[in-house]
Structures are given as C-alpha cells and as structure tokens.
C-alpha cells in the first residue's frame, strides 16, 4: 500500500483497501505526558508509536552562531525557516545550511542535529505552491493527525525503511485562505532506526517560525 499525493491541509485521508487498527497505548518515559496525537496505523500493525508528549520538558533555543548560519540560509532560501522548539534531550542544531537549486529541483534548507555519542537528526525544509505534492514511496508506514493548533498540517507520514526511519509533512504556519494557490512548507525529518520513533513525532509537531 502506498500513498502518492498529499492534499494540502486535509484533515484526514480515506485510503481505500487500507487496514487500519487502533493505536496502542505503551508506558511513556517519565518526560512525556498524554497527547492528542492520533495515529493510523497501516499493516504490519506490530509498528505502533508510543504516545508522545502534549507538552515537552523543555523548549529549545538554537545558539547565536546557529541563528547567524540560519539568518544566511535565510537569504538563499528567500523566506523564514521554521526550526524545531523541542529537540531531544541533549541534541543541538550543529548546522544550518541552505543547498542552492540544481537542474531537476529548488533550493532547500538542511539542518543536522547532533548529539555526542547518537545518531544525526536531519530535517530538510522545501517550500511549495500548489494543491498537492507527491510523497515518497513507503511499503511500512504510519499516517499521523496533528491537533496541536500549531499552524496547519497536511498528511503527516512515517516511514520505516531498512535502517533509518523518515517522517514526511506539509505545514504552514497560517491557514490558507487563497487567493491563488495554496504555499507550504515541504519538511522531512530522518535519523537512524536507533532514534525513537516518538521523539520524531515531537520535533515535527513543535516546528515553528523563529
């Protein structure tokens, strides 16, 4: 089962032929609480996401030499970056890099984040005008809701691949109300399976505009 196309700012998604189980409920670490995320589980369903936490311990503030590589990122990229306000505990923004465009694709931004001793988190940040997009090809995936009243969130996807798992959305920090074509904000975090997949649901759901 596939999903190809992500209709911009839907609140949810029929999928014809999908399998679609209930979310089980694990015992979360003692950092997070309950959470109004819903997942939609697609087969196998043995991959289902602790809940991760409504309000994080902490929220992050990237430091003066990340935000003089963003504000130059910033200047290629031609509009705000949003970054993540909830980073894992003891990861940081190591590097914020703007990739200017090349023959078949736009520009984007690329963060890393790093932590001594763990896997790289990267998050690459696009932006789009149009009704939809087309998503990448997962055979094992999770189709998530976000109701966090964070701007606005098209189909949010997690993909469980060989060894490294990518979660994939559109996102705007206002509504679209037209006129003209919708514009959002292609994101897709990846980091090796060692990451838990709960801590990649937080950093997408507490993306916001410095």
């Known amino acids: 089962m596939v999903i190809k196309k992500s209709l911009l700012l839907s609140s949810s998604i029929v999928v014809s032929l999908m399998v679609i189980a209930s979310c089980g409920t694990t015992t979360p670490s003692p950092n ?50 949003p970054i993540p306000h909830y980073l894992p505990e003891g990861y940081e923004i190591t590097e914020a890099l703007y990739v200017p465009k090349q023959q078949y694709s736009g520009g984007y931004v690329e963060l890393t984040f790093t932590r001594q001793g ?25 189709y998530f ?21 990518d979660l994939v959305w559109d996102w705007a920090p206002v509504p679209w109300d037209g006129p003209g074509m919708p514009q959002f904000y292609e994101m897709v975090l990846s ?20």
């Open 32 to 81: 997070y609480t309950p959470s109004e995320t819903t997942a939609i589980i697609a087969t196998p369903t043995k991959y289902i996401i602790p809940t991760p936490s409504a309000t994080p311990t902490y929220f992050y503030t990237p430091p003066d030499a990340i935000k003089e590589q963003l504000e130059i990122a910033i200047q290629g990229f031609g509009r705000d970056i």
């Open 118 to 142: 763990k896997p790289d988190i990267t998050m690459s940040i696009r932006w789009h005008i149009g009704p939809f997009r087309i998503l990448p090809i997962f055979e094992i995936y999770q």
């Open 191 to 210: 980091a090796s399976s060692e990451v838990p997949v709960e801590e990649l649901v937080n950093i997408a759901r507490f993306v916001r505009i410095t």
């Open 145 to 165: 809701e976000f109701n966090d009243r964070n701007g606005t969130y098209g189909s949010v996807i997690l993909g469980y691949l060989n060894d490294h798992n």
